[in-house]
């Protein structure tokens, strides 16, 4: 059995990675990550952890100090936010594209310019095609289960990626809920030996990163996009393993919430999902059979388990934390696209790009939104396709 501690998003994050033990941790402070860090190298000082602690002089270097950890075969953890995530940006491919599993958590925040400390998705969301598998957590107790599912997916043979947690900053970040630690033993038995596809330890000749010919850098390319196909069967699996052991299944890549007999979903992403839980019971109360599907993982895009309310629903209506400046929100865009696979009649769709820079979102402006746009199609009209919902 685990213990209950009171812990923030990020702590919990911290003891998540506690529990792992990786061999090497690199740390750069940034807001408002930094506090992840902090606690961990509390933690290795004070003897709790035993794991390297490499303190580096920038974002760039963190994440280059853990891909040469991981690529000897170490266990490898870092954590970053918003401009830091943008410095890591091409070491966030390299990971990928040599095909070493290993873990970094980001703590939303806004990517400036201006300078802005509050959080949306935009800096989780601009690694959307670097070939990392991505999960976002709605709490603080998620925060940690997915931290320490993260090591056991990416590690999976039929994976071999790395893989990033996101949660949002001081919204989840610094706020403290009651979480529950599981036993260590336990974890680190579940977990078993880090697995890898390949070691440079010096023991056999090696080269990674070296030119390669346009026919053989496609193969690898497409090797990672198998290998997201995999990872959805792989998230499943790990999922319904880790409510066995420990208790708590969330439903794999995504969290289906009275949408069974929904005839409109509304779909989300990250903390915000609790306050649309909460317009959805409301709406319920009205009489608006309404429902959510929270994504849990991004990437791999999991557009099956979206089809599978979506296809039998009157409307869908997607909030985006983030836009792609010129077109929409990316997770409409993923999500128009995935449905189209399936059928040439849509539902009616709506795509609401809200919450940007921090701007908070309560349970009211999400029960708003739902009930106009399911009036406007009870009603025969044409909902509106794009809407960037501003609170003044």
């Not at 000749?205 to 010919?213: D, E, F, H």
Request: hydrophobic share 40%; with cysteine.
């Amino acid at each position: 059995m685990g213990v209950r501690k009171a812990l923030t998003g990020n702590h919990a994050i911290s003891y998540a990675v506690k529990l792992v033990r990786p061999e090497v941790i690199a740390a750069y402070p940034i807001t408002p990550q930094t506090s992840i860090v902090e606690k961990l190298s509390e933690m290795v000082e004070s003897g709790e952890l035993d794991s390297v602690m490499i303190r580096v002089e920038s974002e760039h270097s963190a994440l280059a100090a853990c891909y040469g950890a991981a690529l000897a075969g170490a266990r490898a953890f870092t954590a970053t936010s918003s401009q830091g995530l943008l410095y890591m940006h091409e070491v966030v491919h390299w990971v990928s594209r040599a095909r070493i599993p290993m873990v970094m958590a980001i703590v939303s925040r806004t990517i400036n310019t201006p300078w802005n400390i509050w959080p949306d998705h935009s800096d989780f969301m601009d690694q959307r095609d670097a070939g990392w598998v991505m999960a976002y957590a709605m709490d603080n107790q998620e925060a940690l289960d997915l931290t320490i599912q993260a090591f056991k997916i990416g590690e999976d043979p039929e994976v071999y990626l790395p893989v990033m947690v996101g949660i949002e900053g001081f919204i989840l970040g610094h706020t403290t809920m009651p979480v529950e630690i599981p036993d260590e033993e336990l974890v680190r038995e579940w977990l078993g030996p880090r697995r890898q596809p390949y070691v440079v330890d010096g023991g056999s000749p090696i080269g990674v990163g070296g030119l390669t010919m346009p026919e053989e850098t496609e193969d690898i390319f497409y090797g990672i996009q198998e290998s997201m196909e995999s990872a959805k069967r792989v998230i499943e699996r790990v999922d319904k393993e880790y409510g066995r052991l420990f208790g708590r299944s969330y439903g794999g890549l995504t969290q289906c919430y009275r949408c069974e007999d929904a005839d409109y979903i509304a779909v989300a992403m990250g903390a915000w999902s609790g306050d649309l839980m909460e317009a959805v019971n409301a709406l319920r109360e009205q009489g608006y059979r309404a429902g959510v599907v929270r994504i849990r993982f991004y990437r791999p895009f999991p557009h099956e388990e979206i089809w599978r309310y979506a296809g039998r629903a009157k409307g869908v209506i997607v909030f985006d934390r983030s836009i792609s400046f010129g077109g929409w929100g990316p997770i409409f865009t993923d999500l128009v696209t995935g449905l189209a696979t399936y059928t040439d009649k849509l539902p009616a769709l709506s795509n609401v790009v809200t919450g940007i820079a921090g701007v908070n979102i309560t349970s009211e402006d999400f029960e708003r939104i739902v009930k106009r746009f399911i009036e406007t199609v009870e009603k025969g009209g044409k909902p509106v396709f794009f809407e960037w919902f501003k609170k003044r």
